[in-house]
């Protein structure tokens, strides 16, 4: 049988490798937070980057639009308007399915990120 000197080394063997390994698991845990937070924040600067870009586009577009319809309608004003209304049916339709086309995959996209985590252990 082992004796009570044995058995309180053993102990605290047993207890110093747990301290070891929650200090690897806190580590981990760190690391793993950094990974997420990086891929969050370069997908929204790949976002904002690819909205900027497309709002510069559509603006110029606008402008090409309008100037198209003019010379259609004969009037300058009325084209700007039918542009603009063209605008607010995009943003109606837009707001409508906002949800489908924003909301759900946002979630699959966060869900997938921090669900990676599950999968790697």
């Not at 690391?31 to 870009?53: G, M, P, Q, W, Y």
Request: net charge neutral; hydrophobic share 55%; proline share 2%.
């Amino acid at each position: 049988m082992l004796s009570n000197d044995e058995n309180i080394e053993k102990i605290a063997d047993f207890v110093e490798e747990v301290k070891q390994w929650l200090l690897i698991k806190k580590e981990y845990t760190k690391l793993d937070v950094v990974e997420k937070v990086v891929r969050i924040l370069s997908t929204l600067t790949i976002a904002f980057v690819i909205a900027l870009l497309t709002l510069l586009a559509l603006i110029y577009l606008s402008f090409a639009a309008a100037y198209f319809l003019a010379e259609i309608l004969h009037s300058l004003p009325l084209a700007f308007l039918c542009v603009c209304l063209a605008y607010i049916v995009v943003l109606s339709v837009v707001v409508m399915k906002r949800h489908s086309w924003i909301e759900r995959p946002m979630v699959r996209f966060l869900i997938g990120i921090f669900k990676d985590d599950a999968n790697k252990q």
